[in-house]
Nanobody, 121 residues
Framework: QVQLVESGGGLVQAGGSLRLSCAASGITFSIYAGAWYRQPPGKQRELVAL???????DYGDSVKGRFTIYRDDAKNTVDLQMNSLKPEDTAVYYCNVGIYSRGIYHNGDPWGQGTQVTVSS
């Protein structure tokens, strides 16, 4: 069974950095795309960053230039390096494994438990 476990969240001051990690198991991770979503309080879940099986990446406009997504197929992990954090980045962050094709990300199930990122000002 597919299992995703996010880690690395915490409380950080504005301008600081965090690195989130997602460990995937139960899948042949290397053939899938990895993604990070976030869900701020009271808002819908949004796609933050994705990385295709070939290493191609895409980012939401709000995080471009600040966040970087990485994958390590040998470790079955998808990391999200977050720099220059802003209070508006506060959210529960979730990873996902799915399919990225023709500019469309098809998310998979299940989701991980998420990891809380809180950015204070």
């Amino acid at each position: 069974q597919v299992q995703l476990v996010e880690s690395g969240g915490g409380l950080v001051q504005a301008g600081g950095s965090l690195r989130l990690s997602c460990a995937a198991s139960g899948i042949t991770f290397s053939i899938y795309a990895g993604a990070w979503y976030r869900q701020p309080p009271g808002k819908q879940r949004e796609l933050v960053a994705l990385i295709g099986s070939s290493g191609n990446t895409d980012y939401g406009d709000s995080v471009k230039g600040r966040f970087t997504i990485y994958r390590d197929d040998a470790k079955n992990t998808v990391d999200l390096q977050m720099n220059s954090l802003k209070p508006e980045d506060t959210a529960v962050y979730y990873c996902n494994v799915g399919i990225y094709s023709r500019g469309i990300y098809h998310n998979g199930d299940p989701w991980g438990q998420g990891t809380q990122v809180t950015v204070s000002s």
